[in-house]
Each structure stands twice: as structure tokens, then as C-alpha cells.
């Protein structure tokens, strides 16, 4: 995993199930919950990591769905980032990657970005993601490599 060194613990804090896409290998529809991530298991996973201050934490605010999805992802990603013994990587598709959302993040502390980009054509990103987002994508992955001085990775 990106990030992540033998003996570091990887958690990946799902903080919602609705995507901008309908990805083919995506198990979205098999999950029986929805929703966003709840304020209380947010604390509850930053009283665990600050249970273990010796400990490494690298944490994915991602598992089944878009991040950039949940309007609380900035206040979440700045909570992790205050504790010294994490380091966060956030999973997109990119769909909502704009300008705004790049500095928001950053700004909340996010310095790592894994950019999930499967399909390098339209009419497969079509196929396989169910969706027209392939142009979008495309141009928010160039704005992003545009601005990677800001990112670690």
C-alpha cells in the first residue's frame, strides 16, 4: 500500500458508500449500509490511534465510495492530521477534484493523494465506470499533477 512500512497499521475509515461512478469491480452494491461516516466513530478511530502514540498510522479516509463525496471529509482530515503518529492518503476517482477541493484539502492537512484513474479512454471509463465522467476526471487529474508541490505522493 502506498505509504504504509512493515509494522505500520493500515485502516481504512470508510466515510460514505455513494460514488460519482458505478465501477464494474466496485462491491457498492453489496454493502447493506449507506450514508456517511458518523461523527462518533469518527472520534472513536482518533481516540484508538491517540491510545497508541508509539504506533504508525497510515489511514484512508476510503474504502467502497467517493470521499469527495462527504461534506465533512475536510473537518474529518483535519482531525487525523492533528496527530503526530498518522499519515493520510486520500483514494479519488477524481470526478470532484476541482481547484477549490484540492486547496481545501490541503489546507486541512491532507498531503498524500492516490488518484484511481482504471480506464485511459472514454469508451472504456464508459463501459466499466457506468458513467460520462471520463473528460472530467481527465482534466482534474492534470490540474492535480498541476499542483502536486503541495502533495507528498
Not at 487525523?80 to 492518503?89: D, K
Request: glycine content about 6%.
Amino acid at each position: 500500500m502506498p505509504g504504509s512500512q512493515p509494522g505500520d497499521i493500515v485502516l481504512y475509515t470508510e466515510v460514505t458508500t455513494h460514488c460519482t461512478n458505478r465501477c464494474d469491480f466496485c462491491p457498492i452494491d453489496l454493502v447493506n449500509r449507506s450514508g456517511f461516516i458518523k461523527e462518533a466513530v469518527q472520534m472513536k478511530i482518533i481516540d484508538l490511534i491517540s491510545s497508541f502514540p508509539h504506533q504508525k498510522f497510515v489511514v484512508y479516509p476510503h474504502l467502497v465510495g467517493e470521499p469527495l463525496m462527504y461534506q465533512g471529509l475536510e473537518k474529518y482530515i483535519q482531525s487525523l492530521a492533528l496527530l503526530p503518529n498518522v499519515e493520510l492518503w486520500l483514494c479519488t476517482n477524481g470526478v470532484l477534484l476541482d481547484n477549490s477541493r484540492i486547496r481545501s484539502l490541503y489546507d486541512s492537512g491532507l498531503r498524500n493523494i492516490w488518484y484511481s484513474l482504471f480506464y485511459c479512454t472514454d469508451s472504456h471509463y464508459q463501459r466499466h465506470t457506468h458513467s460520462g465522467n471520463f473528460d472530467r476526471a481527465m482534466k482534474n487529474l492534470y490540474l492535480l499533477l498541476s499542483q502536486n508541490h503541495l502533495f507528498e505522493n
